[in-house]
C-alpha cells in the first residue's frame, strides 16, 4: 500500500514562493529515485524535477537556479522549493516514484501564479 500525498500548492504572485510537499508511505525515497511533474491544462505532463536515492538533485531547464528539490529522510518527505514563481509555473504538481515494484503518484496539488 504505497500512497504519496502531496500538499502546499495555492496561490501566489509572480515573484513569489511557496514550497511542495510530498509525503510517502508504503515505500521510503531515500531507497528511491523521486520526480516533481507537473500538467497545465491543454499541455503534456512534463518533468520538474528529480532526486536520485543517493539525494542528487536534477532539474528541467526552466526551473534551473528556481526550484530547489530536497528530501527529509526522518519524515519520509520529498519538498520542492520554487521562488521567482512565473505564471507559467501554473499548473498541477504531482510526486512521482517508479520502481521494480510500480509507478506511483500523488493525487497532485495546484500552483497559480498571477501576474
Known amino acids: 500500500q504505497v500512497q504519496l500525498v502531496e500538499s502546499g500548492g495555492g496561490l501566489v504572485q509572480a515573484g513569489g514562493s511557496l514550497t511542495l510537499s510530498c509525503a510517502a508511505s508504503?515505500?521510503?525515497?531515500?531507497?528511491?529515485?523521486v520526480a516533481w511533474y507537473r500538467q497545465a491544462p491543454g499541455k503534456q505532463r512534463e518533468l520538474v524535477a528529480t532526486i536520485t536515492r543517493a539525494g542528487f538533485p536534477n532539474y528541467t531547464g526552466s526551473v534551473k537556479g528556481r526550484f530547489t528539490i530536497s528530501r527529509d529522510n526522518a519524515k519520509n518527505t520529498v519538498y520542492l522549493r520554487m521562488d521567482s514563481l512565473k505564471p507559467e509555473d501554473t499548473a498541477v504538481y504531482y510526486c512521482n516514484v517508479r520502481n521494480l515494484v510500480g509507478d506511483y503518484w500523488g493525487q497532485g496539488t495546484q500552483v497559480t501564479v498571477s501576474s
Open positions: 508504503g515505500v521510503t525515497f531515500s531507497f528511491n529515485n
